[in-house]
């Protein structure tokens, strides 16, 4: 009998009935001696017996049998005949798409028994015979719960039906679009270690601590950029997103190892709580009189293909005019909503001040969007040092007024590795107070060319720490030579989270930071929330500064509902977008409410 022959008649049997079947097949019937699912997974993370032929007879618990899915299904032994080690797994994955199983099936088949990428499975399956359609009653799902006692620890579960229970929280989603999956962590989110410790050996056990607290759920879906994307049901779009911080119920999933990582792909419906829900606005205090506010925000590469209409791609953000549209109309909207009366900006084009530049189409995006105008500053330079990218500044006129011309800092490390600070002093156009406000974005955390103390120093804080710490002191030695106020704000990208030293020597210079709660982030790496955008505040405003917040609009969306079109169906450049403030950055913009007062003498003594 041919095995086309026999999956006819093993397709008939499954809908009337396969007794009648059985003593047809060539090979040794249902309940014959067949080698455990134990024995074969071992207790180590390779099978004691790869490469040999075990024929099994196990429960069907998931099949991902699609040309799109995982080419294949998943086993678990009965529990009567479970070996009872807990050290070795009961389940498997089945390589094979000839024969479609359904979830629930006894099957009895033959394979080789292989390693593929990590994870035991069984292929060159010869034949599958069904014993009995509806066994799903003989298997027992296997609790999981986080974090895990080590890394290695789910190894015992591979290829099991597993429930994974506890207080789950989303604390990645980044590859939510690309690979339908997203990353779980018990209780909160996972913080940064040098957000909330000290760099060094505390950041080290924290991360250890992290690292065991994390489990991917994949939807099993083996192509990229699949549509729709599944999570949150009923599919991702604009107005129905998944953000960090967002809880999860408990997670009823097969449990599979690929790409390096240990992952459940759900078979069962997965639910969501509602508790991080988009803020619609930044959370200021009711009183709009006697306030005003001043925020710092990284745009993510804002280039304008020099002019209008012009040029696409650039060397960074948007690759053609449609993304740019896209891109502006995003940024447009969230920095018109936040309506600070001045605005720091990060990673704008450096490519001067004229009408056609960066900082000029920003702003008249702005304009559109704003019930108040804004206005950038000219340093009254060509470029504002030599970087791709530069700090700028905006500001509602008739809030504030620059006093004097703008000023930079163009001595080391600015003129090579920090971009170049701006700063401008202001007069409360209300009170006649004077405020200094200085924008910077300092030296990322990546290691291309780094050496001696900018390499990578093993404690947390990344390459060009050095570089940093550098930054922050010449920055507030240069502010005490060139401010006329004591009021001074520090803003920016400080590449820094709040626990690291360049952060610790500007507070060290008399600076204060309220970023620095356990809960606060404005950025999210890996999985892992920190502050990296910074208001901080000179100590003649201690009394003045009524909170330091950021807005959460970036950092916990899916970067996926970005402006970007790449990888993107006709049907997704519609449901994926909008014209709203969500994702239009990747960094969350950082504001300071300051609680104004008429001066009783001049600021400027």
Same mark, same amino acid.
Not at 188 to 199: A, D, G, H, I, N
């Given at each position: 009998?041919?095995?086309?022959?026999?999956?006819?008649?093993?397709? *008939?049997?499954?809908?009337?009935?396969?007794?009648?079947?059985?003593?047809? *097949?060539?090979?040794?019937?249902?309940?014959?001696?067949?080698?455990?699912?134990?024995?074969?997974?071992?207790?180590?993370?390779?099978?004691?017996?790869?490469?040999?032929?075990?024929?099994?007879?196990?429960?069907?618990?998931?099949?991902?049998?699609?040309?799109?899915?995982?080419?294949?299904?998943?086993?678990?032994?009965?529990?009567?005949?479970?070996?009872?080690?807990?050290?070795?797994?009961?389940?498997?994955?089945?390589?094979?798409?000839?024969?479609?199983?359904?979830?629930?099936?006894?099957?009895?088949?033959?394979?080789?028994?292989?390693?593929?990428?990590?994870?035991?499975?069984?292929?060159?399956?010869?034949?599958?015979?069904?014993?009995?359609?509806?066994?799903?009653?003989?298997?027992?799902?296997?609790?999981?719960?986080?974090?895990?006692?080590?890394?290695?620890?789910?190894?015992?579960?591979?290829?099991?039906?597993?429930?994974?229970?506890?207080?789950?929280?989303?604390?990645?989603?980044?590859?939510?679009?690309?690979?339908?999956?997203?990353?779980?962590?018990?209780?909160?989110?996972?913080?940064?270690?040098?957000?909330?410790?000290?760099?060094?050996?505390?950041?080290?056990?924290?991360?250890?601590?992290?690292?065991?607290?994390?489990?991917?759920?994949?939807?099993?879906?083996?192509?990229?950029?699949?549509?729709?994307?599944?999570?949150?049901?009923?599919?991702?779009?604009?107005?129905?997103?998944?953000?960090?911080?967002?809880?999860?119920?408990?997670?009823?999933?097969?449990?599979?190892?690929?790409?390096?990582?240990?992952?459940?792909?759900?078979?069962?419906?997965?639910?969501?709580?509602?508790?991080?829900?988009?803020?619609?606005?930044?959370?200021?205090?009711?009183?709009?009189?006697?306030?005003?506010?001043?925020?710092?925000?990284?745009?993510?590469?804002?280039?304008?293909?020099?002019? *209008?209409?012009?040029?696409?791609?650039?060397?960074?953000?948007?690759?053609?005019?449609?993304?740019?549209?896209?891109?502006?109309?995003?940024?447009?909207?969230?920095?018109?909503?936040?309506?600070?009366?001045?605005?720091?900006?990060?990673?704008?084009?450096?490519?001067?001040?004229?009408?056609?530049?960066?900082?000029?189409?920003?702003?008249?995006?702005?304009?559109?969007?704003?019930?108040?105008?804004?206005?950038?500053?000219?340093?009254?330079?060509?470029?504002?040092?030599?970087?791709?990218?530069?700090?700028?500044?905006?500001?509602?006129?008739?809030?504030?007024?620059?006093?004097?011309?703008?000023?930079?800092?163009?001595?080391?490390?600015?003129?090579?590795?920090?971009?170049?600070?701006?700063?401008?002093?202001?007069?409360?156009?209300?009170?006649?107070?004077?405020?200094?406000?200085?924008?910077?974005?300092?030296?990322?955390?990546?290691?291309?060319?780094?050496?001696?103390?900018?390499?990578?120093?093993?404690?947390?804080?990344?390459?060009?720490?050095?570089?940093?710490?550098?930054?922050?002191?010449?920055?507030?030695?240069?502010?005490?030579?060139?401010?006329?106020?004591?009021?001074?704000?520090?803003?920016?990208?400080?590449?820094?989270?709040?626990?690291?030293?360049?952060?610790?020597?500007?507070?060290?210079?008399?600076?204060?930071?309220?970023?620095?709660?356990?809960?606060?982030?404005?950025?999210?790496?890996?999985?892992?929330?920190?502050?990296?955008?910074?208001?901080?505040?000179?100590?003649?405003?201690?009394?003045?500064?009524?909170?330091?917040?950021?807005?959460?609009?970036?950092?916990?969306?899916?970067?996926?509902?970005?402006?970007?079109?790449?990888?993107?169906?006709?049907?997704?450049?519609?449901?994926?977008?909008?014209?709203?403030?969500?994702?239009?950055?990747?960094?969350?913009?950082?504001?300071?409410?300051?609680?104004?007062?008429?001066?009783?003498?001049?600021?400027?003594?």
């Amino acid at each position: 009998m041919t095995k086309g022959i026999i999956n006819q008649k093993l397709f *008939l049997a499954a809908s009337i009935g396969f007794s009648w079947l059985i003593p047809q *097949l060539s090979q040794a019937a249902c309940g014959d001696p067949a080698t455990l699912i134990a024995s074969i997974q071992g207790i180590a993370a390779e099978s004691p017996v790869s490469g040999e032929i075990h024929t099994i007879e196990a429960v069907v618990t998931a099949s991902f049998q699609g040309d799109d899915e995982l080419s294949g299904f998943f086993i678990q032994e009965e529990l009567a005949h479970e070996d009872g080690d807990t050290a070795s797994s009961e389940g498997l994955f089945v390589f094979h798409q000839d024969t479609i199983v359904e979830p629930g099936m006894l099957v009895r088949l033959s394979g080789e028994v292989q390693e593929r990428f990590g994870q035991t499975q069984l292929a060159s399956v010869s034949e599958i015979i069904v014993c009995d359609s509806n066994a799903s009653h003989a298997v027992k799902s296997a609790e999981v719960r986080l974090p895990l006692e080590s890394a290695d620890a789910l190894e015992a579960n591979e290829g099991m039906l597993v429930h994974l229970k506890g207080k789950l929280t989303v604390t990645d989603n980044f590859n939510l679009g690309r690979f339908g999956e997203f990353v779980v962590s018990n209780k909160e989110r996972l913080m940064l270690p040098t957000q909330v410790v000290s760099p060094g050996m505390d950041a080290e056990v924290l991360q250890n601590e992290n690292d065991l607290n994390r489990l991917i759920i994949d939807d099993g879906n083996n192509t990229q950029n699949a549509e729709p994307i599944v999570y949150p049901s009923p599919e991702l779009s604009a107005h129905n997103s998944l953000r960090t911080g967002q809880r999860v119920k408990p997670i009823v999933g097969v449990l599979a190892y690929a790409f390096g990582n240990y992952r459940i792909h759900p078979t069962e419906f997965v639910r969501f709580d509602d508790n991080n829900d988009r803020p619609d606005s930044p959370n200021f205090d009711d009183n709009h009189d006697n306030r005003l506010i001043v925020a710092s925000f990284n745009v993510e590469n804002y280039f304008n293909g020099d002019g *209008l209409g012009g040029s696409f791609p650039t060397s960074r953000g948007a690759d053609s005019y449609s993304e740019f549209q896209r891109q502006s109309m995003k940024l447009g909207r969230a920095i018109g909503d936040l309506g600070a009366a001045i605005i720091g900006i990060a990673e704008l084009e450096n490519d001067g001040y004229g009408e056609n530049n960066a900082i000029a189409s920003l702003t008249g995006v702005i304009n559109t969007h704003s019930y108040d105008e804004y206005r950038f500053i000219n340093p009254g330079m060509d470029v504002l040092g030599n970087d791709e990218i530069a700090v700028g500044m905006i500001y509602q006129p008739d809030k504030v007024t620059p006093i004097g011309a703008a000023m930079t800092l163009e001595e080391p490390p600015f003129d090579e590795f920090s971009r170049q600070p701006l700063a401008q002093l202001f007069e409360v156009n209300e009170t006649g107070m004077k405020i200094l406000v200085v924008m910077n974005h300092f030296k990322s955390k990546g290691c291309s060319g780094a050496v001696d103390a900018d390499r990578d120093q093993g404690d947390g804080q990344g390459c060009y720490n050095a570089t940093r710490v550098q930054s922050a002191a010449r920055l507030t030695e240069w502010l005490d030579t060139i401010s006329p106020t004591p009021h001074k704000v520090i803003l920016g990208d400080l590449n820094s989270y709040a626990q690291e030293d360049p952060v610790q020597t500007l507070e060290d210079a008399g600076y204060h930071n309220l970023m620095d709660d356990d809960d606060d982030y404005s950025y999210v790496f890996e999985g892992q929330a920190g502050v990296l955008d910074y208001a901080l505040f000179s100590k003649s405003m201690r009394g003045m500064v009524k909170t330091v917040k950021a807005w959460h609009i970036n950092a916990d969306e899916p970067r996926v509902l970005d402006y970007n079109e790449e990888f993107k169906s006709a049907t997704q450049l519609i449901t994926l977008f909008n014209d709203d403030p969500y994702r239009s950055s990747d960094h969350d913009p950082v504001y300071i409410v300051i609680k104004l007062k008429k001066p009783h003498h001049d600021d400027s003594d």
